[in-house]
């Protein structure tokens, strides 16, 4: 609930901090005294468009400033702040604050945290329900009718949500299967031939890079042929440099004894041998690994151009042929299995299809019993808030089935008819301004609703009416109030007398500086103050003793 309001520089407020208590809390006035402007200023921190006017004459910024309280915050504003990143401790207020400059620029904070308007717009439903002369919102949007039906029939909506997601999916599934069987039967030709070409081929995966370095080293050899052919022959045959080396090792070895240096010469002339041989070794070895085949390079550079070829006509990778295989396989298979599998989606869907029917229907049984209650506790509700001519309806409009959604397969909208023989139309359409907010209370008393706002607004809900009507506003009021808190502007003392807090509005001027202020009244201030809602300007006796009356009949 709205525990507190500061405003700084609203339009005729220069400061102003109240606290708010549960329960039914009332402010007066007279005429001209500002109350609109506090509901203005109120109306910031809910994410009305900000307007430099609002601004006080001769000041730089405005703020206002709003906190609320909660015992456990609700589910649908615990949502929205976790979706927007913005943190509530357990147990401590939310405040909700809009800076206003006299250029017309704002900014947004929520727990100090600055965010968008938009949130603030987001979050306004759950905070405050203001219902007044221009209502077009809360009760009277016909968007909200379905939902405040089902909670007061108290019908299983998340039952029939559950069935239709889970009617939609399997639909879902059978269009994708449908879709994706129809466009495998089209190509099943085209796979069937592109299997076979890839069957023939039977690429490997790992195949490209074998070939290519067997190629590129079958080309080495090809240039390489004269020089090892030329490298062979000189080490090969009696004349051979290798052979000349080895004759002159066994003619030294015969007269190495003679002198040390021919021992030293055999020495050397070995080793030399001994690399000429490896190097031998290594030129046959070498020579035999660069021979090339001309038939065998054919060969691979045939199978290279074909394994390349069908990568670029199935747009990929040579090592992705045998996946790409598959995929065509797989492809085929589910043709051949499809109409297996779309026979168990079909039977799936059309079972939860029934699901999800059987649970609509009792949905909408449910509406209709609760309509017929509805509209007789709000029938009982008009005649002591002078609405007896008027007749209330609760209309349930079947929906085609291209309609239906989660929240079930009917429409719903609060329909009213002002006078005998009037057709029955949408309460924005048909009531005035003060017949639309006593039809809002006498809704409101008869939904008795759970989890809407936590501050009800009632501004001027009195207004043309007195007497009895008067005192059944507000005895509604109160009622109304006892489960949370409701503020109610108003210039009935009946009403007035109803409240549990009660602040006075007013106006004063010094100079050239007009300024408004508001004021909660002790017991005695608010006999003085509901004696001047009855008599006027000059308060008498009389009227002093009629408000002690009010106030202890309330």
Known sequence: MLTALAIRNIVLIEALDLAFAPGLGVLTGETGA??????????????????SALVRAGEDQASVTASFEFAALPAPLAAI?????VEVERGEPLIVRRRLKADGASKAFVNDQPVGVALLRELAPHLVELHGQHDDRGLVNPRGHRLLLDRFARADVAGVEVAWQAWHAARGALDAARAALARASEDRDLLLA??????????????????????????????????????????????????????????????????????????????????????????????????????????????????????????????????????MRASLDAIDSGEEGLA???????MAGEDYRKRAVALSESRSAAAVRLDQAVAGELAPLKLD?????TAITPLPEERWGASGIDSVEFLISTNPGAAFAPLAKIASGGELSRFILALKVALAE??????????????GVGGAVA?????????????????????SPQVAARGGQHYVIAKSSEGTVTRTSVH???????????????????????????ADRLLKQA
Do not use: Y
């Open 194 to 327: 592109h299997l076979a070409e890839l069957t023939a081929l039977q690429p490997e995966e790992g195949e490209e890079e074998q070939l290519a370095e067997a190629r590129a080293a079958m080309q080495k050899g090809e240039r390489l042929a004269d020089d090892l052919s030329a490298l062979a022959r000189l080490w090969s045959g009696s004349d051979s440099a290798l052979a000349s080396l080895r004759g002159a090792a066994r003619r030294l070895d015969r007269i190495a004894g003679e002198h040390p240096l021919l021992a030293e010469a055999l020495a050397a002339l070995d080793r030399a041998v001994i690399e000429a041989s490896e190097a031998e070794d290594k030129l046959a070895r070498a020579e035999e690994a660069l021979s090339h085949d001309p038939a065998a390079l054919d060969r691979i550079e045939t199978r290279l151009f074909e394994l390349r070829a069908a990568a670029r006509k199935h747009q990929c990778q040579v090592d992705d042929l045998p996946q790409r295989m598959q995929a």
């Open 471 to 491: 005192s059944a506003i507000g005895e509604r009021l109160a009622r109304l109030a006892g489960g949370g808190q409701l503020l109610a502007v108003t210039h």
């Open 81 to 85: 702040l976790a979706e927007a990143e």
């Open 389 to 393: 001519a008027a007749r209330f309806r």
């Open 520 to 546: 909660l009244l002790d017991a005695a201030g608010r006999q003085e103050e509901i004696a001047r809602m009855l008599s006027g300007a000059e308060i008498t006796s009389e009227a002093r003793a009629q």
């Open 34 to 51: 500002g109350k609109s402007i506090l509901l203005d200023a109120l109306g910031l921190v809910l994410g009305n468009r900000a307007d």
């Open 344 to 350: 168990a989606l079909e039977a799936a869907e059309r």
């Open 450 to 463: 759970e989890g809407g706002a936590a501050t009800i607004i009632f501004d001027e809900i009195d207004r």
